[in-house]
């Protein structure tokens, strides 16, 4: 079954700079890669996703890259700001029955001003 | 509604007990899933309903967690004999079909004591 590496698990940067979080995943046969953002006390919210047949998306500040060919994936966040502190998933889900995301184990992303 | 809702909010409850966790989708969601997570981990998948079916049910963890849908909307997660191991955030999310990104619930966080 997939298995998604995610890293770094805690990143700090300074306000205004940018971040990189890079995922990993193992099965091939994958085609969808969402980004969640989870506040303390609150459910993931979804951030930016994109699929198999791109390279790369944007959303304003943020963006994501995906290298079918290397099975890696990764959210960049530019002009980072304070309310950007928090924790960031990656998943990845396949076309075969049950359609089940499968989650990095997280990034902790702290913004200091 | 708005958004995917989960009662409780929080739930303690006694080793060995009985204990229902509610979710209600967004109105028209056809997709609903149920994840765990533990402290400091992602989101770990359970089940995936389409409709009122159990479309994948390959993520409880035993025969002591069950999940029902019956009018293909609000749906319960149920789990037996409640262990100190079950404690984490149950989370649920909705999706107008099986593909694209969730919506997820605050989820319930679930202490066994």
Known sequence: GENVEQHPSTLSVQEGDSAVIKCTYSDSASNYFPWYKQELGKGPQLIIDIRSNVGEKKDQRIAVTLNKTAKHFSLHITETQPEDSAVYFCAAETNQAGTALIFGKGTTLSVSS | ?113
């Open chain 2, 1 to 113: 509604g708005a958004g995917v809702s989960q009662t409780p909010s929080n739930k303690v409850t006694e080793k060995g007990k009985y204990v229902e966790l509610r979710c209600d989708p967004i109105s028209g969601h056809t997709a609903l899933y149920w994840y765990r997570q533990s402290l400091g981990q992602g989101p770990e998948f359970l089940i995936y309903f389409q409709g009122t079916g159990a479309a994948d049910d390959s993520g409880l963890p035993n025969d002591r967690f069950f999940a029902v849908r019956p009018e293909g909307s609000v749906s319960t997660l149920k789990i037996q004999r409640t262990e100190r191991g079950d404690s984490a955030v149950y989370l649920c999310a909705s999706s107008l079909n099986r593909f694209g990104g969730y919506t997820f619930g605050s989820g319930t966080r679930l202490t066994v004591v």
